[in-house]
């Protein structure tokens, strides 16, 4: 027999060996309620070494490129191999945390004292039936388990590991974290987990393996099974990587680089560029599939040479008549002043690190609230002030004889004050600054469409179950989504050119439909919090042409750019049943949808570099957050 099959069935037997914890050692000590045991031979003269599913490299200080499936070239990649490329050591969540926390301090503690009750077993050397196994990321495993049906307990054994606070509870980071899971054995009746904990640097602890003492169910076998096993193609991909770019944004301000799949990107050709932002500087890192660029389509370049017959609406009456009804409307009083003080108190009590809190039964963001704190959008320093580049950009697209609207979205923050803040009147207008910037805007000149009365109108409607917004999320929900796109809908039909647009309302289908989404604020919540908060089962709207999803094209007469509000229940979750589909349904206008998942300020680039598609546009609608108005991580650079 070949040495490298001996090597083989030798791995095999020792995989089955250790797998049920009988590993060979040379001791064995018992500390607490915790076996340590001290594996004596190296695994690597056992098996070979199967390492972690990708591969990386180092193009520059703030750059990485990640080979996903490397071992073959010509498989699909699963979501589990996606999903480990993405969290495992990604240096844009990682950005920061080597470093020692507010009021912590390194541990002084021997392994005799780690309280990790939810483990039957520590092991100090990595063991031999982990290394021929591929690892996967834990979070987001157990966030396909719970979609799957398979319940939410496993997520609270692994939250409980990385929220031990080593009796520092006032330290809002955490001391350690789960790197790589296991399923050691898919037999229901011998299947274990085990884990790989590597505290955080300024711990001074070194990482160890455990295994958990709860055994896997049946149905988290299954799961597990079908999550490692079926694979994805570009299209679904592509679609993962929004979702994750869309869910990470609260907290590290990420987005998807403007990139086709198999072009070239500092001398590779990666599927999709992901940029974060946690710390004031850019960070890329980048995932390359070698499958895909042997399957990659050949792509037809889906805007034609249309252009659009512009006749611009220059009337301002619409505008003046805005401006009148906003006057006087939300002043500063001692009722607004009130509620700032309160709301100052309250992100004062949160720890620096923690972007959300829990109120009322929902989640709030420090981003959304603190700009309700403002006094003057327009008082910021040129790089924050957004009217000038507004202006910028309105001037821009008159010079092409294309109309621009602008749609700030209020927060959840700001519609729900009542809700946040206990003792606020639900009547009580508190964004004072965003809505003297929706003036400000009307005055110098530009469309403004101002959708809070119209969101305070569905908030009317609200049955202490279903919310304009989500509960859990900076985002809208349907009713909200609906009272909105009525709004806007109507504006685009009151343009002059509209009548003759050759606009086909009716032509597209919608049907309804449910979606599960985990609101983004959760992962803002201390890890002893979050498991308190399930995803949400939401109503989507979706639209459909000719029985198929409906997506805007390039050569649209309309074009709705913007935030994470374009993207949602459009691209992610659900799909085709956003603004901008739901804008299509009411107008009977093809609409593209341009979003940057990492802040409005950023789209607006894209707009002007993609040239040829605004050929077709006689209208720009650009949709935000008004929490990006102030003081916004990114600049509102000159175009």
Request: some cysteine; aromatic content about 10%; overall charge neutral.
């Amino acid at each position: 027999m070949k040495n490298g099959a001996i090597v083989y069935l030798l791995a095999g037997f020792l995989w089955m060996f250790l797998g049920t914890g009988c590993a060979p050692r040379s001791d064995s000590v018992k500390f607490k309620n915790v076996t340590v045991k001290n594996v004596s031979v190296k695994a690597e003269e056992y098996a070979v070494k199967m390492g972690i599913p990708f591969s990386k490299d180092s193009l520059a200080a703030s750059s990485e490129l990640r080979h996903v499936f490397v071992f073959d070239s010509i498989a699909l990649p699963t979501l589990a191999d996606l999903d480990f490329a993405a969290y495992y050591r990604n240096p844009i969540r990682e950005a920061g945390k080597d470093e020692l926390p507010e009021n912590a301090k390194p541990l002084n503690v021997e392994m005799q004292a780690y309280p990790f009750p939810m483990f039957d077993s520590l092991v100090s050397l990595e063991p031999m039936s982990l290394q021929i196994r591929n690892p996967i990321a834990w979070e987001p495993f157990t966030k396909f388990l719970y979609a799957k049906g398979a319940g939410d307990s496993l997520a609270q054994v692994f939250r409980s590991v990385e929220s031990v606070k080593w009796e520092q509870s006032n330290v809002f980071a955490d001391f350690q974290k789960i790197e790589k899971l296991y399923l050691v054995g898919t037999n229901p009746q011998h299947g274990r987990w085990w884990v790989e904990v590597v505290p955080r640097k300024w711990t001074g602890k070194e990482k160890f393996w455990a295994r958990l003492k709860r055994i896997p169910t049946d149905t988290e076998i299954a799961v597990f099974k079908k999550y490692t096993s079926e694979s994805l193609n570009l299209t679904m991909a592509e679609d993962w990587a929004k979702t994750l770019a869309a869910y990470w944004y609260p907290t590290f301000n990420t987005d998807l680089e403007v990139h086709e799949a198999g072009m070239e990107w500092k001398g590779s050709k990666p599927f999709v560029i992901m940029r974060g932002n946690p710390m004031g500087t850019p960070i890329w890192v980048a995932f390359d599939v070698p499958a895909f660029r042997r399957t990659l389509p050949v792509k037809k370049d889906s805007s034609a040479d249309v252009k659009a017959s512009r006749s611009l609406d220059t009337s301002s009456a619409w505008r003046t008549l805005e401006l009148e009804k906003l006057q006087g409307v939300c002043p500063e009083t001692p009722e607004t002043e009130a509620f700032k003080a309160k709301l100052s108190k309250v992100l004062d009590s949160l720890p620096a690190a923690q972007n959300a809190w829990s109120a009322s039964g929902m989640l709030w963001f420090r981003r959304d609230a603190n700009s309700l704190l403002a006094k003057d959008f327009t008082a910021q320093d040129s790089l924050h002030n957004p009217l000038p580049r507004l202006l910028e950009l309105k001037a821009y697209l008159d010079s092409l004889g294309i109309q621009f609207l602008v749609v700030p979205m209020p927060t959840k923050e700001a519609l729900y004050a009542d809700k946040m803040i206990s003792g606020t009147a639900d009547t009580l207008c508190v964004d004072v600054a965003g809505r003297d910037m929706i003036r400000k805007l009307l005055a110098a000149g530009v469309d403004v469409l101002d959708v809070f009365p119209a969101l305070q109108a569905a908030k009317a409607s609200d049955d202490g179950e279903h919310f304009s917004f989500q509960k859990f999320d900076t985002h809208w929900a349907l009713p909200g989504l609906l009272a909105a796109m009525e709004q806007l809908a109507m504006k685009v039909t009151t343009y002059a050119w509209y009548k003759n647009s050759g606009a086909l309302p009716g032509s597209l289908e919608m049907r309804d439909t449910t979606i599960l989404r985990e609101g983004d604020l959760i992962q803002q919540l201390p890890q002893t919090e979050q498991g308190a908060f399930a995803p949400e089962t939401l109503e989507v709207k979706k639209v459909y042409k000719n029985n198929t999803p409906y997506v805007g094209g390039k050569d649209a007469p309309i074009l709705l750019m913007g935030d994470s509000f374009t993207g949602v229940f459009e691209s992610v979750d659900g799909k085709s049943g956003g603004p901008g589909s739901l804008l299509a349904f009411a107008t009977g206008l093809d609409v593209q949808v341009m979003t940057s998942w990492g802040g409005g300020p950023l789209v607006r680039h894209r707009m002007v570099k993609d040239k040829k598609s605004l050929q077709s546009k006689r209208l720009v609608i650009y949709m935000m957050t008004l929490r990006d108005f102030w003081q916004s991580p990114l600049e509102w650079d000159v175009l």
